[in-house]
């Protein structure tokens, strides 16, 4: 699949068909994808934890959805939770100096590329921000110290591609002056 159009297909998917797991193969490669992300300095300030076991996935979306909010990630077959690690000093260093916290960038140019990678399998994602984080973290034995910052649904979707809304080049981009 040519870049563009795989960024262009690549949406927010809410609805996952239950009677289909996700391959461990293309797992592998999704990941494989994160593994390769760059980051500053290369800290590669990233743990990724894949729940793929049915019974703790649909625990982990119930701890998601919570106050009404993703109530579709009961029914995610895949749980990739990104948990933020030590980054190197040197991308300490730099976020110090330049007033930028770089893992937390990093972690969202990993994401993407979960994303994308997952896109190109014929799997559906979403990335989540809203969870019990202390439920999570006591399910999968997340030591309490450390930050869970996302959880990456996977699965096949179970709806069509939507026709996707975007800003007018003209709103979002400009050359050589804001």
């Not at 982990?60 to 690690?85: C, R």
């Not at 100096?97 to 960038?105: G, M, N, R």
């Not at 590329?113 to 979403?126: D, P």
């Not at 984080?133 to 309490?144: A, F, W």
């Amino acid at each position: 699949m040519e870049f563009l159009q795989l960024a262009a297909s690549r949406q927010s998917d809410r609805a996952y068909d239950k009677t289909r797991a996700v391959e461990r193969e293309k797992l592998e490669r999704i990941l494989e994808a994160a593994r390769f992300s760059p980051s500053a300095c290369n800290a590669q300030p990233w743990k990724f934890v894949v729940v793929d076991e049915p019974e703790l996935a649909f625990k982990i979306g119930k701890a998601t959805a919570s106050l009404g909010m993703n109530k579709f990630a009961k029914d995610a077959p895949v749980h990739i939770l990104i948990v933020e690690e030590s980054a190197n000093i040197t991308s300490m260093l730099g976020s110090h100096i330049k007033d930028k916290y770089f893992p937390l960038i990093d972690i969202g140019i990993a994401s993407a590329h979960i994303t994308l990678a997952a896109e190109a399998e014929g799997l559906g994602s979403c990335i989540l921000g809203w969870f019990d984080e202390k439920t999570i973290k006591s399910l999968v034995g997340i030591p309490e110290k450390k930050r869970l910052l996302l959880d990456i649904t996977i699965g096949y979707p179970a709806k069509a591609k939507r026709t996707k809304s975007r800003k007018s080049k003209e709103k979002i981009i400009s050359y050589n002056r804001y």
